[in-house]
């Protein structure tokens, strides 16, 4: 059978100083057989073969085809579908260290994407494609450990609030004796933003299923915990009630991609009112529908109706931004051709002369919210309910980096709206004279959210709580987004 070449976001490599680190934790004095499921250039196996273990006793796999200098340390399979090739493997190996794929499942080719949302759950249901490759990689690791065996993970940060993985985190800590999750706050891997933590899950089959979860600054610091492990106590997890010991809070960065909207570099000209759109007879096909202004977020969410009510109340919502096919008609081509006296653009400005063409603003991908980060009120999100509008840069914009459901977009933005949430919004922010308070999208994405449970009832929870928060009743506002995540927890 002919297997399709990895995608290329497969291919993150791990630096050998934390391979050395995350092996040293497992490792124990009697053999072990080791198994690395996406070994690629090798760095596990080659700090395997520094530790002094036996090339018979590492098993790789990967489906890369191309050798590695790393292949003769251990016996590595290439060109192979790990999550095949284990179907029939289990219980074979004493530990499992790696750093398996992260690629949604439904990105991958048939053949590979069949396999991977096939593979059974740990509540024995079918993973499914609304997941991602690692956690299938991880699920089958435990189904392939023995008794007392031990797994090494690096891992996103998606792990720890992923809808898909709530059944692994949820039981994870009933297979072993200890769970450790290492958060860095920083990225690991040079070229990749993504948040990264680094699991230890060590004696399958113990009984003292203890976790501890260890936020640390960067890939120094993550070494440095490892290495000094065995000096943190951790918790004993209470008997499993449907929810996750490794769910707790998060920084919000990791879940969601927060940026300014699109800077346009003349607002003036670029950004039009239905009546000014009209007086220069430009068609509608020629701009993006936006929000302009901090007040056009002005409730929990904004749908195509909510729009059309500003452009009817005739404020600034159309971002002029015409594509090649409208050059040729002559309403655009007069507008574009105007000079700065007549209303025309200023093409001196240092955004413009950088654009090519100058008259397109870069704009964000379509945006599933929008905040302030100015705004007298506090800090909350504005779902987007309309499919294609899109924000200037007086607001900001966030997109989930993994797909969510309406409502669970709705959970996320009632956990921005708790009190210990809202405490740091005050901590963080710079207030003007005029009431008015800022914070940075870095400020933002720096806040610890909590992770939401299931909430059925999240959108219509959420709204009820802005209209509070918006109507002057912020700590009434809190107390019930508090309320509804103790409940639920």
Known sequence: MILPEPPLSCKVYTPKPLAVA??????????????????GSGAFIEALHDQGISPRDIVGVDLDKNLATADSLGQVSRGCDFLDWSKTRGGRFDCVVGNPPFVAINQLP?????????????????????????????????????????????????????????????????????????????????????????????????????????????????????QSLSNFNARSCPAQRGGSQ????????????????????????FVLSESERHAQRLPQSAFVPVLSRSKHAFNSDISMTTWESLRAADERVWLFRPEDRHLNQ???????????????????????????PWHRTPLPDQPDLFLTGMSGAGLWMCINE?????????????????????????????????????????????????????????????????????????????????????????SQAMAEADAVFQRRS
């Open 246 to 269: 490794l769910e707790a809070r998060i920084r919000l960065g990791d879940v969601i991609d927060i940026r300014i909207g699109g800077v346009t570099g003349d607002s003036n000209y």
């Open 110 to 226: 048939t053949l590979l994407r069949q396999t991977a949302s096939a593979v059974a759950d740990l509540d024995g249901m079918p993973i499914g494609e609304r997941s991602n490759t690692w956690y299938p990689f991880m699920v089958r690791a435990i189904k392939l450990l023995r008794s007392g065996g031990s797994m090494a993970f690096v891992l996103p940060a998606a792990c720890e609030y992923a809808d898909y993985a709530a059944v692994g985190r949820s039981r994870l800590t009933s297979y072993f004796e200890r769970v450790d999750v290492i958060r860095s706050r920083r990225p690991l891997f040079d070229g990749v933003a993504e948040g990264v933590v680094v699991l230890i899950a060590q004696g399958k089959g113990g009984t003292g299923k203890h976790y501890r979860r260890h936020e640390v600054d960067d890939l120094s610091a993550v070494i440095g915990r490892l």
């Open 386 to 474: 309309f499919s294609s509008l899109n924000a200037t840069n007086t607001l900001y914009v966030g997109k989930f980096k993994e797909p969510q459901l309406r409502r669970e977009k709705y959970a996320w933005a009632l956990g921005l709206l708790t009190s210990r949430v809202q405490k740091q919004v005050l901590r963080s922010r710079r207030v003007y004279a005029d009431g008015l308070s800022k914070l940075e999208p870095s400020q933002i994405a720096d806040l610890e959210v909590p992770v939401p449970p299931l909430i059925r009832d999240a959108i219509s929870k959420y709204r009820r709580v802005v209209a509070m928060f918006l109507d002057s009743k912020q």
């Open 22 to 39: 995350m092996i040293n934790v497992i490792a124990r004095r009697e053999r072990q057989r080791w198994l690395e499921p996406s070994c």
């Open 330 to 356: 002559v309403a655009v081509g007069h507008y574009l051709a105007l000079c700065k006296s007549e209303g025309g653009c200023d093409r001196s400005r240092y955004k413009i002369r950088l654009r090519n």
